[in-house]
C-alpha cells in the first residue's frame, strides 16, 4: 500500500509531497520532495499497481450554501463539469465582477472589502455562508479559511484554483483512476490496486492528532528541530520508519529556506494519512448528506464545531 501527502501552494516551489510505502515490516517514509507536474507524480504512483491513499492540503469541496444553487448531484460532478465554465477561476478584483459564476475575491486587498460584502455579492446570506462545516473552528484547532476568499497568510483559494483547474479536472475528465474521499464512499470502500484515493487534510488538525506542541512558530528551523524527538515517537506509534534522507530532514529541522514549513506540513499531512489506514484515527464523516455529497470534511477529524 501506499500513503502521500502534498503540501499545496499556487507556488510551485512551495508544493511538496512525502511519500510512505508499506510492506510486512511496516510502513518506510522518505524525505519530502517536490510534487513537480502533479498528473506525472500520479501516473507513477498509480503505475506501481497499489493502493494509494493521497492526502492533499487544499479544499475538496463547497459550501452548501453555494452547493444548492448548482444542478449537478456532487461535488465530484461539479469538479468534471468545470471545463464549461472556465470563468469559475478568474479571481475578481471588485465586488462588481463577482457572481456565482466567478466567485473568488479579492485579487488583492481593498479597503473596506469584507466577506459579509463578498457573500452578499453571491447571494448568500451572511459570511458564514461562505464556510463549510469544516472550515469552522473545533476545541481542538482555529477556523480554516472560506475557499472562495483569496488573500491572507491562511487563505486557501488560490490553492484550490491551482489544483482544481490544472490537475485535478483535467485527470477526471480524462478518466484517471481517482476517488474523491468522502463523496464517493469510506477510505475503505475506495482503496484499490491502482487508484487513488484523495482526501483533505489540515496540518493544523494533524498536529493535535499527533499529539504535538510546537514551541512557537513552525516556519521557525530552530521550532521544527525540536519537534523532531516528538515526531519519531508519533511514527514509532504508526510503525513508520525514515529513510537516511528524511531521518536527516527531521535533525535538520526540513532546512532553512521559506519552504521548510512545507516540508514539515507534508510529514505531518503523511502521519494523518497513515493514522486513518492504520486505525489510529477514526474515517469518520458527520452524517450530514451536504457535508457528504457537497461540503466534504478533513481526512482524521471527529471533532464537530461548537453548536453542530
Known amino acids: 500500500m501506499l500513503a502521500a501527502h502534498a503540501d499545496w501552494s499556487i507556488d510551485p516551489r512551495k508544493r511538496w509531497v512525502t511519500l510512505a510505502r508499506r510492506d510486512a515490516a511496516g510502513w518506510r517514509a522518505g524525505a519530502p520532495r517536490p510534487v513537480g507536474d502533479p ?49 469559475f477561476f478568474e479571481v475578481s478584483a471588485g465586488l462588481e465582477t463577482v457572481s456565482p459564476a466567478r466567485p473568488f475575491y479579492p485579487a488583492r486587498g481593498l479597503r473596506g472589502m469584507t466577506r459579509a460584502a463578498h457573500a452578499a455579492a453571491l447571494g448568500l446570506e451572511g459570511p458564514r455562508a ?16 472560506p475557499l472562495f476568499w483569496t488573500l491572507g497568510a ?103 529556506d521559506a519552504a521548510g514549513e512545507d516540508r514539515f506540513d507534508s510529514l505531518l499531512g503523511l502521519l494523518c494519512v497513515i493514522g486513518v489506514l492504520e486505525g489510529a484515527r477514526p474515517d469518520f464523516v458527520p452524517a450530514d448528506p451536504w457535508v457528504r455529497r457537497w ?3 478533513v481526512l482524521g477529524q471527529s471533532a464537530l464545531p461548537a453548536g453542530a
Not at 41 to 61: I, K, M, N, S, Y
Not at 201 to 212: N, V
Request: proline fraction near 9%.
Open 39 to 87: 498528473a506525472a507524480l500520479t501516473a507513477r504512483l498509480l503505475a506501481e499497481g497499489h493502493p494509494l491513499l493521497f492526502g492533499l492540503d487544499l479544499p475538496l469541496g463547497l459550501p452548501r450554501a453555494y452547493a444548492a444553487t448548482r444542478p449537478e448531484e456532487s461535488f465530484p460532478a461539479f469538479l468534471r463539469g468545470l471545463g464549461e465554465t472556465p470563468g
Open 130 to 145: 461562505l464556510c463549510r462545516l469544516c472550515d469552522l473552528a473545533t476545541a481542538e484547532r482555529p477556523a480554516g479559511a
Open 154 to 256: 491562511n487563505q486557501t483559494g488560490k490553492a484550490a484554483i491551482s489544483a482544481w483547474r490544472d490537475w485535478l479536472h483535467p485527470a477526471l475528465a480524462a478518466g484517471v483512476p481517482l476517488r474523491l474521499w468522502p463523496f464517493e464512499g469510506s477510505v475503505r470502500a475506495l482503496l484499490a490496486p491502482g487508484r487513488a484515493v484523495l482526501a483533505e487534510t489540515y496540518p493544523a488538525e494533524a498536529l493535535r492528532h499527533l499529539g504535538l506542541v510546537l514551541g512557537g512558530s513552525k516556519r521557525v528551523p530552530e521550532v521544527r528541530r525540536a519537534a523532531a524527538p516528538a515526531l519519531r515517537l508519533a511514527m514509532a506509534r504508526l510503525d513508520v520508519s525514515a529513510d537516511p534522507a528524511l531521518a536527516a530532514a527531521l535533525d535538520d529541522g526540513f532546512g532553512a
Open 295 to 297: 461540503e466534504g470534511w
